[in-house]
C-alpha cells in the first residue's frame, strides 16, 4: 500500500459538502427591556453531535460585561435544533451567575438566521442568532 493511497482513504470525505449545514460561526444576539445595550452578544461557534442529534456550542469570552447592567460575558448553546427552532443557552453574567434561556426560534432569510421576538404590556424580549456578515 502506497502513502497516496493511505492519503485518499484520510482524505476522501474532507473537501465535501458539510452535512450539517448550521455548524460554524454565529452571532448571538439578545435584547431585553428595550435598552440601548444587548443583554448578550457573543460570536458563537455551533458543532454537530451526531451522537445527540442537535448542535451545541461556545461563544467568545467578552470582558467587557458590565456588572451594572448584568451583560453577559459569554454563553453556552446547550441544544439548538434548527428544524423546530427549539434553543437552550446558559447566559454566564457579569455578576457570576448563569442565566438558562429557553425558547423557539423562526428560521428568516433561507435559514441563515433565526429570529424571537416577544413582547406584551409589560415585558420584552427577542433573541437573533445569525450568520457572521
Known amino acids: 500500500m502506497s502513502v497516496l493511497g493511505t492519503s485518499v482513504g484520510v482524505y476522501k470525505d474532507f473537501f465535501a459538502e458539510r452535512k450539517h449545514p448550521f455548524e460554524g460561526e454565529w452571532v448571538l444576539t439578545i435584547m431585553e427591556e428595550k435598552k440601548s445595550e444587548p443583554l448578550a452578544q457573543h460570536s458563537l461557534i455551533l458543532m454537530y453531535s451526531k451522537s445527540s442529534g ?56 433561507h435559514n441563515k438566521g433565526f429570529v424571537l421576538t416577544e413582547e406584551t404590556d409589560s415585558t420584552f424580549f427577542s433573541m437573533d442568532l445569525s450568520r457572521r456578515k
Open 54 to 109: 442537535f448542535y451545541w456550542g461556545y461563544s467568545d469570552y467578552d470582558r467587557t460585561g458590565n456588572a451594572k447592567t448584568l451583560g453577559s460575558i459569554w454563553s453556552q448553546v446547550e441544544k439548538f435544533t434548527p428544524e423546530n427552532g427549539e434553543i437552550e443557552i446558559y447566559l454566564y453574567l457579569s455578576d457570576n451567575t448563569k442565566r438558562a434561556i429557553k425558547r423557539t426560534l423562526k428560521p428568516v432569510r
